[in-house]
């Protein structure tokens, strides 16, 4: 059962995301954080134009911001975002990691400590090979992998690498968002 997805997309992001969450079924209860390649100076706008596209809440997290079912956190622009020990999420600003602040591989590689086997990981369209890496870790903590149909993808060069390091499934996009409305998702906070 997923406890946490993942999700980390660059070039052509914002249509692949909205696509994907308009096709999660009401109700849809697993917390869900997304990094975004976008530059350093970018203002909260990606959170208001996701949250048309969900029921979701869409929040950017602070640290120690607490990770809640029924949300979609979006990593602040200049900040990695990284998921602690408590189930709550830290900022950083650390150096860029493959060029990026956000990165993909910083979010994944710390979800996939925390959650283990109950954390899923997508890897969408983009032009670099942020991602790959974290795709690494999140299977060998016993996470589950999903990259992009790179033939679906608008720049298809981020889910070639996460498929290159070793996924579990590649779907096209426009299945992605049915595929995770279908997992199971545990609240981990409930228990």
Do not use: N
């Not at 602690?84 to 860029?96: G, H, M, R, T």
């Not at 889910?159 to 996009?173: E, F, N, S």
């Amino acid at each position: 059962m997923t406890e946490l997805i993942v999700i980390g997309t660059s070039l052509g992001g914002l249509a692949a995301l909205g696509e994907i969450l308009a096709t999660l079924p009401p109700g849809f209860a697993c917390p869900v954080a997304v990094v975004q390649h976008r530059g350093p100076t970018v203002d909260g706008v990606l959170g208001s134009l996701l949250q048309r596209q969900t029921t979701l809440t869409v929040v950017e997290p602070d640290d120690k911001t607490p990770i809640r079912a029924r949300h979609l956190y979006v990593a602040p622009a200049d900040y990695h975002l990284l998921v602690e020990p408590d189930a709550s999420f830290s900022l950083s600003i650390d150096p860029p990691v493959r060029w990026a602040r956000p990165s993909i591989d910083v979010l994944f590689e710390s979800a996939a400590d925390v959650y283990g086997p109950a954390l899923t990981a997508v890897v969408l369209t983009g032009a670099s090979t942020d991602g790959a890496a974290g795709v690494t870790r999140v299977r060998e903590q016993g996470g589950f992998a999903i990259a992009q149909d790179p033939a679906t993808a608008e720049s298809p060069v981020m889910p070639r690498a996460a498929i290159a390091a070793g996924v579990d499934l590649v779907l096209p996009l426009a299945a992605i968002g049915r595929h995770l409305g279908r997992m199971g998702c545990v609240d981990r906070a409930a228990s």
